[in-house]
């Protein structure tokens, strides 16, 4: 496979744009069912080419991408950006973490009632 093929295996091209962290990541992803191209599951050595969609559901997410140009090694983010068009849903807002329970240091150990208290506050 040479590069004027336009073709790229999926593991290494899902790295390449930095969808993942590893290589590993990505191949482990593909053999975990993770990973789809053109509604197909995939193996890590499938070739992508430009104008596929590849899904990728990573990290609590799932990530839609369709390539717009294909990369054998790993590139920058601006670059990276430029390989593929991102058509995923937006993340979830991240919940805002009320904190519950925290107490002043040198306080000493919480009474009975304060300890009545904070498990009233976290449902419990």
Do not use: Q
């Not at 053999?31 to 990728?56: F, I, S, T």
């Not at 950006?81 to 000493?108: F, H, I, N, Q």
Request: glycine share 8%; with cysteine; charged share 35%.
């Amino acid at each position: 496979m040479t590069a004027d093929e336009g073709t790229v295996r999926i593991d290494s091209w899902i790295w390449s744009v930095r969808l993942t962290k590893t290589r590993s990541v990505a191949a482990t992803a593909c053999r975990g069912g993770h990973v789809r191209v053109n509604g197909d599951r995939v193996k890590p050595a499938a070739v992508v080419r430009p104008g596929d969609e590849v899904r990728l559901f990573h990290a609590g997410r799932e990530r839609i991408v369709v390539v717009s140009r294909v990369v054998r090694k790993r590139v920058g983010a601006a670059v990276a950006a430029e390989c593929y068009v991102d058509k995923s849903p937006p993340p979830p807002p991240r919940e805002e973490v009320a904190v519950l329970g925290v107490r002043d240091r040198g306080t000493g150990r919480p009474t009975k009632r304060d300890r009545r208290e904070l498990e009233r506050l976290r449902g419990n």
